[in-house]
C-alpha cells in the first residue's frame, strides 16, 4: 500500500521535505494513561509485547493524539536474548532481569541465534498487523538492540549496573565476548531483515550502552559489529503505489549511540542513512562533521517536556534553529536526544510536534535557506 505521508521516509532519503518530520523515541508508553490501560489489560509488560493485537493497539495510540510522521514498532530491545531462553522478566521498579547470564565458555556454547519466523513470530505478526491498520497512513519503523547492548545485559543479567562484569570480560576474555557479539550480530541481522519482510519500512539500532566504552573498544565492540549488521541488511522492499502497481522502495536505516558523540564521523561512515544524537551534542556543530554524508536524527533533552508549554516551544525552536535549514544537504528528522520520560504530560508533546511542524516550515521560507 502506498504512504499517504511518506515525508519521514522522504527525509532519510536525503531528499527536500516542506517541512521537517518528527517521532520520538518511546513515542508509545508510560506518558499516555490509554498505554497504562492496555498495559493492565495485558497483565504484564512481556504479555503486551508478545500479543500482535494489544501491540498494535499502543503502537497506534500516540498517533490518535498528535500528527507524528512515523510510527514505531512496539515491542523491547531484550526480545532477542529473552528468544535464547535467558529468562527474561520485569520486576517493578527495577527493570529487566535475565535467570541465566553469559559469562562462562559453556554458556557461550549454548548460545544460539533465534530463527525470527520461530522464536519471535510474534514481532513479525505485529508487525504484519500495524500496518495493515496503518492503512499507509505513516511509514512504520522497525528496530532491534545492538549486539553489545544485549550483551551488557546478557552478561551482567540486568540493567542499571555499572557493567564491571562485561568489561572484565572484554579486557580479560575478549575472545569470549567476540564470540558473543558475533552470535548477537547474526540474531540482529536475521531479525531486522524479518521485520522488513514482514513490512517494517526503515529499521533502527538501539546501542543505548555504547557510550560506557572507551576510545578503540567502542569501534572494536560496538561499531564494528553494527556496521556488519547495517551492510547486510535487505536494501529494498516491495510495496504497492498509488496506482496499484507493485514498486521496490528503499528501506532506510538509522543508528543511534547514546554518548556517541566521539565517535560521529566514525558513525556518520557505518553506512547508516541517518545517525540519532542525543542531547549532549549541538546540533551545528553535528551537522558540520559530518556534512553530506547523512541524515542527523535528534535531539532536544527529554527533560525539556516536563517544563511549561512555552518553554517546550522554546527549546524546539532552538533545536530546529541549531540545525537550521534542512534545504541543502541531507536533511534532518527531529527526535528526542534519548526516550520520552513517563511523567511527561500528554500535552506537552502537542505542543513539540505542532512546533516542529509550524517553525520548519517557517525556516524553508526563510530567504537565507
Excluded at 553506512?271 to 544524537?277: K, L, S, T
Aim: hydrophobic residues 40%; neutral net charge.
Amino acid at each position: 500500500m502506498s504512504t499517504k505521508n511518506d515525508t519521514f521516509l522522504r527525509a532519510l532519503r536525503g531528499q527536500v521535505t516542506d517541512y521537517t518530520p518528527v517521532w520520538l523515541m518511546r513515542q508509545a508508553g508510560r506518558y499516555l494513561p490509554e498505554y497504562n490501560a492496555t498495559r493492565a489489560r495485558a497483565g504484564s509488560f512481556m504479555a503486551l509485547c508478545k500479543t500482535p493485537e494489544l501491540a498494535c493497539e499502543v503502537t497506534l495510540q500516540p498517533l490518535a493524539r498528535f500528527p507524528l510522521d512515523a510510527a514505531i514498532l512496539f515491542s523491547d530491545i531484550l526480545t532477542i536474548p529473552d528468544a535464547m531462553n535467558l529468562g527474561l522478566s520485569f520486576q517493578q521498579g527495577e527493570g529487566p532481569r535475565f535467570e541465566r547470564t553469559i559469562r562462562h565458555e559453556d554458556d557461550v556454547k549454548a548460545l544460539f541465534a533465534p530463527d525470527p519466523t520461530q522464536e519471535l513470530r510474534y514481532v513479525l505478526d505485529a508487525v504484519r498487523t500495524i500496518r495493515q491498520a496503518l492503512d499507509g497512513r505513516v511509514p512504520l519503523i522497525g528496530f532491534a538492540g545492538s549486539p553489545w547492548t544485549l550483551a551488557c545485559y546478557m552478561v551482567e543479567g540486568r540493567g542499571g549496573t555499572d557493567f564491571h562484569t562485561i568489561k572484565t570480560m572484554m579486557y580479560q576474555r575478549p575472545d569470549l565476548l567476540h564470540r558473543v557479539l558475533e552470535i548477537n550480530a547474526r540474531a540482529v541481522t536475521n531479525y531486522l531483515n524479518a521485520q522488513i519482510e514482514a513490512g517494517a519500512q526503515a529499521v533502527m539500532i538501539f546501542d543505548t550502552w555504547g557510550g560506557i566504552l572507551a576510545d578503540g573498544p567502542y569501534q572494536r565492540f560496538s561499531l564494528a559489529y553494527m556496521r556488519r549488521i547495517l551492510s547486510e541488511l535487505t536494501p529494498y522492499r516491495k510495496e504497492r503505489n498509488e496506482k496499484g502497481e507493485t514498486v521496490l522502495e528503499s528501506v532506510p536505516t538509522i543508528l543511534f549511540t547514546k554518548g556517541g558523540a566521539p565517535w560521529l564521523e566514525a558513525l556518520a561512515a557505518s553506512g547508516a542513512d541517518a545517525i540519532g544524537i542525543d542531547w549532549t551534542m549541538n546540533l551545528a556543530t553535528a551537522r558540520k562533521r559530518v556534512g553530506p554524508t547523512c541524515v542527523l536524527q535528534g535531539n532536544l533533552d527529554p527533560m525539556a517536556l516536563l517544563t511549561s508549554p512555552e518553554q517546550v516551544r522554546e527549546q524546539v525552536v532552538r533545536t530546529l534553529d541549531s540545525y537550521g535549514a534542512a534545504n541543502t544537504g541531507r536533511g534532518h528528522v527531529f527526535n528526542l536526544g534519548h526516550g520520552i520520560s513517563q511523567f511527561t504530560p500528554p500535552e506537552h508533546v502537542s505542543v513539540l510536534v505542532e512546533t516542529v511542524h509550524e517553525h520548519s516550515r517557517k525556516l524553508r521560507r526563510s530567504p537565507f535557506a
